[in-house]
């Protein structure tokens, strides 16, 4: 049994602990003195053939057990249950590799490890490296990885991009996107549930696939689809929900996903069809990693295979525990750095991934975050990485060393999650009531200024009155990624709702526009969760990890009842989309092009950017965020200007006058009403 402690992961992500907040730790990173200095003298094996490898009809095993006085490999018919059908001693080999090679492949069969340390024998595990797994992930399995590719494969491409600020990332997560009954999807809660076209709600609106074209986001983000724990999947009629931030086997897909988790290749195949067809819609695929615990400590693959060598510890011999999980991992010494790098190239190779999300990478060192950017960009030039720039608890890496959201200048082609901005925009993330610039919050201006011009150096913008961090902290604004909710915490809904007591729900839809306006206009690259386009809540549930589908389903028949909104979405991301002003893509050409105006009074924002920026047609776009409770006013240089958005309404080709001619206005004196957004162009 996991604890509800392990089953926590993901609970804690949004805790934004980052520098300085441990000022008097002293922190050892494997130093002398440190329980975690013996793992120094371990050999370093640096192939990328570790676990099964087939070539022509040889299949290849190889595990890493620097330690072990032996290992065994036993085979099984079943994923589960039942004796060995042959057990085989490996051979001492490279760099602590335990070795065997066995002619013809065993195809369709179940292999575990199992490693004798000190004279003591270890639990059977599949290893760090299994491709394929027997349900639940007990069991290695040998599969025709060739086979599990659907048709075209060879061809598939995910979508060209040239710069990540040109993505825009819809977060979700299998299970709330599909299965709910008005979704009009089969598979719900399936990989396959993204292979269904023409999928339509009770009321006619469309769902699943047609539903993010037509919203017109780039790139879906998953939440983690690798084998986790907490979901049992030899027993899945009994309707556990879980967002999977669990890990249990890193290199194979989750089996709760898949339409038969007793077949090790059914979860393979669905897992590249689901990518197949995002990609056949224009769509990227972004994965959710969560490389920075494991689910287990002592019974974990890692564990079983070279016990304490994964895992960083306290002075007296405990799991120390950045991720609030139980343990964390460590990046820090060559095997676990190498073990990240080549299972995100797995990922991105084999399953045509297009993007990383990592879970608490502060826990990370920056030298290996660096790694993987680089040998990511090297596949596919087009996929990008970003991560959460804290950790959730204090851990033995030096702050110095840590992937932290201050340290992202150390990281180039690495993105963080600017919680400057979200805080900002919509309150404080973990204090309910808490509300925002979008909600009437004085005293926020500076941070929203600091989240449009991505954390980048700028002449007009007074880093010292920041809410969150104080200093620039991006070099460039691709590394800055917005948003004003994601799957952590209360969604965008339940926070207006909690925050703005005895509103109506016409005031709170109202309050989101401006919240997502901002995010969507600033530079860096937008992010929203699953279903706030047609304004989904989640009962006010802020930590859903394992709430039932009650909780975290998308109904979407709201999507009938807030079509406004769900316009006011579509036409927000397009208007993104169209306009590369939106998408500078250095420091400099922000400082350059974007003018912010003196306002009078608080929750009141506004500025230019100015000069085609990156090339716009527009040669000018106003921009005036009015966060309060009152209509205010504006001074509008004089000229002919086009009217984007106004009063809670946007066309990204301008608003229309009744009669279907474009609404302009001259300027001057100009009215912003209460929690709006006013965008001109000219
Ligand atoms: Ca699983």
Same mark, same amino acid.
């Given at each position: 049994?996991?604890?509800?402690?392990?089953?926590?992961?993901?609970?804690?992500?949004?805790?934004?602990?980052? *520098?300085?907040?441990? #000022?008097?730790?002293? +922190?050892? /990173?494997?130093?002398?003195?440190?329980?975690? @200095? !013996?793992?120094? &003298?371990?050999?370093?094996?640096?192939?990328?053939?570790?676990?099964?490898?087939?070539?022509?009809?040889?299949?290849?095993?190889?595990?890493?057990?620097?330690?072990?006085?032996?290992?065994?490999?036993?085979?099984?018919?079943?994923?589960?249950?039942?004796?060995?059908?042959?057990?085989?001693?490996?051979?001492?080999?490279?760099?602590?590799?335990?070795?065997?090679?066995?002619?013809?492949?065993?195809?369709?069969?179940?292999?575990?490890?199992?490693?004798?340390?000190?004279?003591?024998? *270890?639990?059977?595990? #599949?290893?760090?490296? +299994?491709? /394929?797994?027997?349900?639940?992930?007990?069991? @290695? !399995?040998?599969? &025709?990885?060739?086979?599990?590719?659907?048709?075209?494969?060879?061809?598939?491409?995910?979508?060209?991009?040239?710069?990540?600020?040109?993505?825009?990332?819809?977060?979700?997560?299998?299970?709330?996107?599909?299965?709910?009954?008005?979704?009009?999807?089969?598979?719900?809660?399936?990989?396959?549930?993204?292979?269904?076209?023409?999928?339509?709600?009770?009321?006619?609106?469309?769902?699943?696939?047609?539903?993010?074209?037509?919203?017109?986001?780039?790139?879906?983000?998953?939440?983690?689809?690798?084998?986790?724990?907490?979901?049992?999947?030899?027993?899945?009629?009994?309707?556990?929900?879980?967002?999977?931030?669990?890990?249990?086997?890193?290199?194979?897909?989750?089996?709760?996903?898949?339409?038969?988790?007793?077949?090790?290749?059914?979860?393979?195949?669905?897992?590249?069809?689901?990518?197949?067809?995002?990609?056949?819609?224009?769509?990227?695929?972004?994965?959710?990693?969560?490389?920075?615990?494991?689910?287990?400590?002592?019974?974990?693959?890692?564990?079983?295979?070279?016990?304490?060598?994964?895992?960083?510890?306290?002075?007296?011999?405990?799991?120390?525990?950045?991720?609030?999980?139980?343990?964390?991992?460590?990046?820090?010494?060559?095997?676990?750095?190498?073990?990240?790098?080549?299972?995100?190239?797995?990922?991105?190779?084999?399953?045509?991934?297009?993007?990383?999300?990592?879970?608490?990478?502060?826990?990370?060192?920056?030298?290996?975050?660096?790694?993987?950017?680089?040998?990511?960009?090297?596949?596919?030039?087009?996929?990008?990485?970003?991560?959460?720039?804290?950790?959730?608890?204090?851990?033995?890496?030096?702050?110095?060393?840590?992937?932290?959201?201050?340290?992202?200048?150390?990281?180039?082609?690495?993105?963080?999650?600017?919680?400057?901005?979200?805080?900002?925009?919509?309150?404080?993330?973990?204090?309910?009531?808490?509300?925002?610039?979008?909600?009437?919050?004085?005293?926020?201006?500076?941070?929203?200024?600091?989240?449009?011009?991505?954390?980048?150096?700028?002449?007009?913008?007074?880093?010292?009155?920041?809410?969150?961090?104080?200093?620039?902290?991006?070099?460039?604004?691709?590394?800055?990624?917005?948003?004003?909710?994601?799957?952590?915490?209360?969604?965008?809904?339940?926070?207006?709702?909690?925050?703005?007591?005895?509103?109506?729900?016409?005031?709170?839809?109202?309050?989101?526009?401006?919240?997502?306006?901002?995010?969507?206009?600033?530079?860096?690259?937008?992010?929203?969760?699953?279903?706030?386009?047609?304004?989904?809540?989640?009962?006010?549930?802020?930590?859903?990890?394992?709430?039932?589908?009650?909780?975290?389903?998308?109904?979407?028949?709201?999507?009938?009842?807030?079509?406004?909104?769900?316009?006011?979405?579509?036409?927000?991301?397009?208007?993104?989309?169209?306009?590369?002003?939106?998408?500078?893509?250095?420091?400099?050409?922000?400082?350059?092009?974007?003018?912010?105006?003196?306002?009078?009074?608080?929750?009141?924002?506004?500025?230019?950017?100015?000069?085609?920026?990156?090339?716009?047609?527009?040669?000018?776009?106003?921009?005036?965020?009015?966060?309060?409770?009152?209509?205010?006013?504006?001074?509008?240089?004089?000229?002919?200007?086009?009217?984007?958005?106004?009063?809670?309404?946007?066309?990204?080709?301008?608003?229309?006058?009744?009669?279907?001619?474009?609404?302009?206005?001259?300027?001057?004196?100009?009215?912003?009403?209460?929690?709006?957004?006013?965008?001109?162009?000219?």
């Amino acid at each position: 049994m996991i604890s509800m402690k392990e089953l926590c992961a993901g609970a804690l992500m949004a805790s934004a602990i980052g *520098l300085g907040a441990f #000022p008097a730790q002293a +922190a050892q /990173a494997d130093t002398a003195g440190s329980p975690d @200095a !013996a793992y120094m &003298d371990y050999p370093h094996y640096s192939g990328d053939d570790l676990g099964l490898t087939v070539k022509d009809n040889t299949a290849i095993f190889r595990l890493w057990a620097p330690k072990a006085d032996g290992v065994q490999l036993r085979f099984y018919r079943n994923g589960r249950g039942g004796a060995p059908m042959r057990t085989i001693d490996m051979t001492r080999s490279d760099a602590g590799t335990w070795t065997v090679q066995l002619s013809p492949v065993p195809y369709g069969e179940y292999y575990t490890f199992q490693v004798r340390q000190n004279g003591n024998l *270890l639990q059977e595990t #599949p290893g760090v490296w +299994a491709k /394929a797994v027997g349900v639940n992930g007990q069991r @290695a !399995a040998v599969i &025709d990885m060739v086979s599990t590719n659907p048709e075209g494969w060879a061809a598939d491409r995910g979508p060209a991009l040239k710069h990540i600020n040109d993505a825009v990332i819809y977060e979700m997560h299998h299970r709330d996107f599909s299965i709910h009954p008005n979704s009009g999807i089969v598979n719900k809660g399936k990989f396959l549930a993204m292979t269904e076209d023409g999928t339509v709600t009770p009321l006619g609106d469309k769902t699943g696939i047609d539903h993010l074209k037509e919203l017109g986001v780039t790139h879906v983000h998953i939440l983690p689809s690798y084998d986790y724990t907490s979901v049992d999947e030899a027993n899945l009629p009994a309707n556990t929900y879980n967002w999977g931030y669990d890990p249990q086997n890193y290199n194979a897909p989750e089996g709760s996903y898949s339409t038969n988790p007793d077949d090790p290749a059914a979860r393979v195949k669905e897992m590249k069809q689901m990518v197949k067809a995002l990609h056949d819609a224009g769509i990227g695929v972004v994965m959710d990693v969560v490389y920075n615990h494991t689910a287990r400590n002592d019974d974990s693959n890692f564990s079983l295979t070279a016990p304490g060598y994964y895992y960083r510890h306290r002075p007296d011999g405990s799991y120390s525990d950045a991720s609030g999980c139980g343990n964390e991992t460590a990046s820090d010494r060559p095997q676990m750095s190498d073990f990240i790098v080549n299972s995100v190239k797995y990922w991105a190779k084999e399953y045509h991934i297009d993007g990383l999300r990592f879970d608490l990478m502060a826990i990370h060192d920056t030298a290996t975050m660096n790694r993987v950017a680089a040998a990511l960009k090297e596949i596919n030039p087009d996929i990008f990485v970003y991560g959460e720039g804290w950790t959730a608890g204090d851990s033995p890496l030096p702050v110095e060393r840590r992937a932290l959201k201050e340290n992202v200048a150390k990281m180039e082609g690495i993105a963080v999650f600017s919680d400057d901005l979200r805080d900002a925009v919509k309150g404080h993330y973990s204090n309910a009531a808490d509300r925002g610039f979008a909600t009437g919050k004085p005293g926020q201006e500076e941070t929203v200024k600091i989240g449009i011009v991505a954390s980048t150096a700028h002449p007009q913008v007074d880093y010292s009155k920041g809410s969150n961090s104080t200093f620039p902290y991006a070099s460039s604004p691709t590394q800055i990624i917005n948003y004003v909710s994601c799957h952590d915490d209360l969604t965008l809904t339940d926070k207006l709702t909690k925050s703005m007591p005895g509103s109506t729900p016409e005031e709170r839809k109202r309050a989101a526009r401006l919240a997502q306006t901002i995010v969507f206009t600033s530079q860096g690259t937008p992010f929203m969760f699953a279903g706030e386009e047609v304004f989904r809540d989640k009962k006010g549930v802020h930590n859903s990890y394992c709430s039932p589908d009650s909780i975290n389903a998308i109904d979407w028949n709201l999507k009938h009842a807030n079509a406004d909104q769900f316009d006011y979405y579509r036409q927000l991301i397009a208007l993104r989309k169209a306009h590369p002003a939106f998408r500078m893509t250095s420091a400099d050409d922000i400082a350059r092009n974007i003018r912010f105006d003196r306002t009078e009074g608080s929750n009141l924002v506004s500025y230019s950017i100015l000069n085609h920026a990156n090339g716009d047609e527009w040669k000018e776009i106003k921009l005036v965020f009015n966060g309060s409770d009152d209509s205010r006013q504006v001074n509008i240089p004089k000229g002919d200007w086009l009217v984007v958005a106004q009063d809670g309404r946007l066309n990204h080709t301008g608003l229309e006058n009744p009669d279907g001619s474009k609404l302009h206005i001259r300027g001057g004196r100009t009215e912003v009403t209460p929690r709006s957004a006013l965008i001109l162009a000219r």
